[in-house]
T-cell receptor, first 111, second 115 residues
Framework: DAKTTQPTSMDCAEGRAANLPCNHS???????VYWYRQIHSQGPQYIIH???NNETNEMASLIITEDRKSSTLILPHATLRDTAVYYC????????????FGSGTQLTVLP | GAVVSQHPSRVICKSGTSVKIECRSL??????MFWYRQFPKQSLMLMAT?????????EQGVEKDKFLINHASLTLSTLTVTSAHPEDSSFYIC???????????FGPGTRLTVL
């Protein structure tokens, strides 16, 4: 699985959009970008994933650059409950292998 | 749907005792389950891959005789930490792979404290 690079931490004001970047310059053509988050002392939670088109669901939007070397997870209206570590993971879809977690980004939503 | 539970959620034990942690997929079948360990302020690290009806595959550096894994059914995998020591204190998390797909669902984790 391709390596990803994320900022260590970010702050965001409550109610504002949180934009979390991820670099994955060595991504292969058949690898997807997945985002998970982990609230303190809980198991990881799936957020969204995509291949090359932008994706949106009830939790977030995923914007992938045209060259697919980077992506941004957008939480449109961050709340205090969105404070968590956000992990960007690149992997082949359909793989039954484990998820490899990097260090992620600690997002702190401020009141 | 796709709920994974872990039991217990928190356990404190004395050094030298064994502790069993259960991971259950409540509403789906999982031929594969993964066990992760997370130390404070660190990321999740894979310990082993558990396949129903066969022996688990352990990651390098993880002692298979110390961390016993049993995956006897399509909805249950257990991790037993044998002869636990304080350095085994950690947050243990399982995930279950939905049979026939690549979607993984995580349990809530088990906080183990060895005194």
């Amino acid at each position: 699985d391709a390596k990803t690079t994320q900022p260590t931490s970010m702050d965001c004001a409550e109610g504002r959009a949180a934009n979390l970047p991820c670099n994955h310059s060595t991504i292969s053509g058949n690898e997807y970008v997945y985002w998970y988050r982990q609230i303190h002392s809980q198991g990881p939670q799936y957020i969204i994933h995509g291949l090359k088109n932008n994706e949106t669901n009830e939790m977030a939007s995923l914007i992938i650059t045209e060259d697919r070397k980077s992506s941004t997870l957008i939480l449109p209206h961050a709340t205090l409950r969105d404070t968590a570590v956000y992990y960007c993971i690149v992997r082949v879809s359909g793989s039954a292998r484990q998820l490899t977690f990097g260090s992620g980004t600690q997002l702190t939503v401020l009141p | 749907g796709a709920v994974v539970s872990q039991h217990p959620s928190r356990v404190i034990c004395k050094s030298g005792t064994s502790v069993k942690i259960e991971c259950r997929s409540l509403d789906f079948q999982a031929t594969t389950m993964f066990w992760y360990r997370q130390f404070p302020k660190q990321s999740l690290m894979l310990m082993a891959t558990s396949n129903e009806g066969s022996k688990a595959t352990y990651e390098q550096g993880v002692e298979k005789d110390k961390f016993l894994i049993n995956h006897a059914s399509l909805t249950l995998s257990t991790l037993t930490v044998t002869s636990a020591h304080p350095e085994d204190s950690s947050f243990y998390i399982c995930s279950a792979l939905l049979a026939g797909s690549n979607e993984q669902f995580f349990g809530p984790g088990t906080r183990l404290t060895v005194l």
